[in-house]
């Protein structure tokens, strides 16, 4: 992993600040973004959203606008001087499509939060591995009002900054594999990773502590795009894994053939210290967590400790 002083922080997310709202997956429900809206001018920040450039609810097929509209909007929100974050109104499916149109290798010195999950873990690891920039792999703006107090109190005070020496809350996970170590946190989404072996975007957990979950896949889905990604080798030099609840993942349980089981079998094979079962990602209460942070694992008691604040 890169060392500390090639790592681009994002600036510290204040209230008064603007966040620009974009799509660059699937279409968004209007009535959803518009409570999440709320939630953020509760927040104390100002969303700027530009709806003539976005579809909604029947967008492109499954996807908001084209490829070279939402690239561009991607681009663009990304480089404006008037928001000091980017955050995404849903994810879905279409992010990885504007990898090569929005050229994020060449969107650099832009240290600027980008939010979302899902979908959005694309956009997150290629920022990460083009350019070491932090992101925040957390609730997408449609989620917003139907969050915790609690998680969205830790959802500001990630984006402000103020993390430093907290846990990460897991929630109640469990040990696979004891061992303390410290690493970058990385991941995402099992199937997006997966769908990126093979491509100039195929991820590095190379020195990382990796954060992996999903949702509505059978089991053997899940298990396939595991072996995918260790035999494409992206597993090789990875310090400790973090799994997730396989939300709506059948079959469900402890059983032999259960999601839980099989892939705490999986992880066992990794050999690296390992807890599973955080509340992350597809999870009721998605806890928010900034990919390329520094993080110290300790896989017996529990607990992700972070090692540094995630904006400057």
Request: hydrophobic share 45%; with cysteine; charged share 25%.
């Amino acid at each position: 992993m890169a060392r500390r002083e090639s790592i681009q922080f994002p600036q510290a997310l204040r209230p008064g600040d603007a966040v620009r709202l974009i799509t660059p997956a699937s279409p968004y429900d209007k009535k959803r973004m518009r409570a999440g809206m709320k939630v953020l001018e509760q927040m104390g920040y100002v969303p700027l959203l530009d709806e003539g450039r976005m579809l909604s609810s029947g967008g492109r097929r499954y996807l908001a606008n084209s490829d070279e509209a939402r690239a561009e909007l991607l681009v663009e929100a990304l480089r404006e001087k008037e928001s000091r974050a980017v955050w995404a109104i849903r994810g879905g499916y279409g992010s990885a499509r504007l990898l090569p149109l929005a050229k994020i290798a060449r969107v650099k010195g832009l240290p600027k939060w980008l939010i979302g999950f899902s979908d959005i873990t694309a956009l997150h690891l290629a920022r990460w591995q083009a350019a070491k920039i932090v992101g925040l792999h957390g609730p997408v703006l449609t989620q917003l009002a139907e969050l915790p107090k609690t998680q969205l109190r830790w959802l500001a005070d990630l984006l402000a900054g103020e993390v430093e020496g907290q846990e990460l809350p897991l929630g109640a996970s469990r040990c696979v594999m004891p061992g303390k170590i410290r690493g970058r946190l990385v991941g995402g989404n099992l199937s997006m990773l997966a769908s990126l072996v093979g491509t100039p975007y195929q991820p590095n957990f190379r020195g990382g502590i990796l954060m992996l979950e999903d949702v509505g896949e059978p089991t053997y889905r899940l298990d396939r795009a595991w072996t995918q990604l260790l035999q494409a080798g992206v597993f090789k030099g990875l310090k400790g894994l973090v799994l997730g609840q396989w939300v709506r993942c059948l079959p469900a349980g402890r059983s032999r053939h259960g999601v839980r089981a099989v892939m705490e079998s999986l992880a066992l094979e990794l050999g690296v210290p390992c807890v599973s079962g955080a509340t992350f990602g597809h999870a009721e209460k998605n806890v928010a967590w900034p990919v390329g942070l520094l993080a110290e694992l300790d896989a017996k008691a529990r607990t992700l400790r972070l090692l540094e604040d995630a904006a400057r």
